[in-house]
């Protein structure tokens, strides 16, 4: 066992005087290293020795770790080498974001996209005489240049997206309708980083208008008010609609949610309709051309409902319209039924193209308790006599601007008592309100909505997602 032990230590001593030398050592700091070796086979792993003190310090690499390896087996037979495995760190995510979105969604839309790039909506190539634009140089030179604007309204599209595919999953029957409004919200608020709780926040991002949740004959414009207990049954078609903004970009898309197979044709006739629309839509296209071709696929279809086949009209006193910035009506409006609007659109717009079925008359009255409103944006310099007024337009100008809002937004910012000054408002022509839109009793009706960009090179589809 003596005289094995001692040509294994000459030929470790060899092995070590032929890894230490490229390190320029002398021949002492050598005969330190074999002599800090042992009897029984095990060596120091090899690095640079301290000139005062012999102290090994390890300088591990993976090159050197397999090239030691050989060395000990060819040096040290028979010798049981111990190798430590090492654990492999967790890597942590850049800045520590998150790389997808929270349930209910929570995290900031920035930290999912670091880059500052949002995904570009679904784009259509122009037709006819607008061919052209797909390739002209002198048109994707005007695109370049708007975007900034772009992004903007692709941030606001990909949170609704996030949101509402969310709401979708989550919202059941039995579920109030506050409970579902509020999910909605904060769901926009914390991933647009607006909580819009100080002076001027709602204005930056946030909320495009509030989140409509209106019922069966109810068609839209209904968001419950505080204190409301309406709760959504598992017979109900409820209307989702609501707008995401940033920098005053709104995004305004909207869905229908049932519970029931019944009404499956009326959800698929205003869909198609909805996307026929989409379709057709275009610069220089008429209005009225639009409104005809969604007429004729809405009103194609027929719902079957308690034994009774019910035709599927389109709401004829309803449309889409223009978008511009902060304002969520433009100066145009979209039919969806024939007509003769001679108007055209035209390159840069935004509209909102949506449809409204029914099984009902097709016509929409007001109806119910006002939650919605908006400052108008020619609103009048008239003279307000009742101070609550007066105080309430000071908050509804610093907090919304032209934006859209309800009831429960100035209730989140602490007012009180402020009802007579709201009505004197509107009746003042400074605030306009929206009050629900419904349909006769005991009818259905359904609503889908998408928000398009008329860029000078292509149609751009912005709200479009997997859902619609």
Known sequence: MAARASADMEKLKCTLFFYILPFGLGADEILQVSNASKPNGKVAEHGRVGAETGDLKHEDSEDEKDDEGGAADGGATGAAKKKKKRKPKKKKAANGSAKAQSSPPRVLISNLFPNGQYPEGETVEYKNENAFRTTSEEKRHLDRMNNDYLNEYRQGAE?????????????????????????????????TGHQGLEEGDNIKGGMGFPTGLSINNCAAHYTPNAGNKMVLQKEDVMKVDFGVHVNG?????????????????????????????VREAGIDVRMSDIGSAIQEVMESYEVEIGGQSLPVKCIRNLNGHSIVQYSIHGDKSVPIVKGGDQTKMEEGETFAIETFGSTGKGYVRDDMETSHYAKRADAPNVS??????????????????????????????????????LNNLVSSGIVEAYPPLCDVKGSYTAQFEHTILLRPTVKEVISRGDDY
């Not at 909605?184 to 914390?190: F, L, P, Q, S, T």
């Open 159 to 191: 949170i609704h997206r996030q949101v509402r595919q969310w709401a979708q999953k989550d919202i059941q029957p039995g579920q109030t309708l506050i409970e579902i409004a509020e999910g909605i919200e904060n769901g926009v608020r914390a991933l």
């Open 249 to 277: 970009r709104i995004v305004d898309s909207a869905f229908t949610m049932t519970f029931d197979p019944v009404y499956d044709n009326l959800l698929t006739a205003v869909k198609e309709a909805t996307n026929t629309g």
């Open 384 to 421: 307000l006599r009742i101070s609550s007024a007066r105080t309430l337009l000071n908050t509804i100008t610093k907090n919304f601007g032209t934006i859209p809002f309800c009831r429960r937004y100035i209730d989140r910012l602490g007012q009180d008592k402020y009802l007579l000054g």
